[in-house]
C-alpha cells in the first residue's frame, strides 16, 4: 500500500488519477490498473477471479459498466456500518458509465485519464474501452445523510474552485449543492431517487 498525499482545493482528478496510473506501471511494475474510486468495489462472476479473468483479454482495454446500489431512509438507523452489506438493494445495470480495467501496453508516457477514469487519452485519441460483463463494478455513491451532505458540499466547492469548470463534468452535484444550500431537510428529500439516478441525464437513453 502507498499513500500518496497532495493537498488541493480544485477537484483536479483527471491530473492525480493519471499521475497514480503512470506510478503503478512504471514505479511499481503494474499489469493492470483500475482507477476505482472509494465508493466502487469490483465483483468477479462466481467462481472466477479477477485475475483469472483478466488472463483472457491480453493486452487490451476493457471497460467495466456500473450498478449502482440504492439508499434507503431506514439505512441510516441501522447499527453496521459496511455499505455493502446494509445496502442490498442492486439497481439494473447502467450502461452509461463505465470505469476501465487498463492493461501495462495500453499505457505510454502521454497516456492521460479523463476526470471520472471513464475514457483514456493518448495523444488526444479518446478509448472508450470493450465491454466486459465478467466483472461488474458495485456503485455505493450515496450511504447515509452525512455522507452525502459533506460529498455535495465539498465536491461543489471543489468544481467551482477550479478556473475552468465547464459545468459539463461534475453537473450532478449542481442541484444537490443547491438543495443543501436550502437545507439539509431538502437535500435529504432527494436522496431515495437520487441514489436510484445518481449521474443520469434526463435524456439519457440507457435510463
Given amino acids: 500500500l502507498v499513500v500518496v498525499k497532495e493537498p488541493t482545493v480544485g477537484y483536479e482528478q483527471s491530473r492525480y488519477m493519471t499521475r497514480l496510473m503512470q506510478m503503478a506501471v512504471h514505479q511499481f511494475g503494474a499489469d493492470w490498473v483500475a482507477p476505482l474510486d472509494a465508493d466502487e468495489f469490483i465483483e468477479p462472476e462466481v467462481g472466477q477471479t479477477v485475475a483469472q479473468i483478466l488472463e483472457r483479454h491480453p493486452g487490451e482495454l476493457l471497460s467495466i459498466p456500473w450498478h449502482n446500489f440504492e439508499w434507503r431512509p431506514e439505512n441510516d438507523a441501522d447499527p453496521e456500518i459496511n455499505p455493502v452489506i446494509k445496502q442490498r438493494l442492486r439497481l439494473p445495470l447502467r450502461t452509461d ?33 470493450t465491454p466486459l460483463r465478467t466483472i461488474a463494478l458495485c456503485h455505493f455513491p450515496i450511504r447515509s445523510v452525512a455522507q452525502y451532505a459533506g460529498k455535495i458540499a465539498v465536491g461543489y466547492l471543489q468544481y467551482s474552485a477550479m478556473a475552468h469548470w465547464d459545468r459539463h463534468s461534475g453537473w450532478h452535484y449542481i442541484e444537490p449543492f443547491r438543495l443543501l444550500a436550502g437545507g439539509l431537510d431538502q437535500l435529504v428529500q432527494t436522496m431515495q431517487a437520487g441514489s436510484r439516478r445518481y449521474s443520469l441525464t434526463e435524456t439519457d437513453p440507457s435510463g
Fill in 97 to 129: 458509465h463505465k470505469k476501465l480495467f487498463i492493461p501495462r501496453s495500453r499505457i505510454g508516457e502521454k497516456t492521460v485519464l479523463d476526470q471520472g477514469n471513464h475514457r483514456l487519452l493518448d495523444d488526444d485519441q479518446i478509448s472508450m474501452g
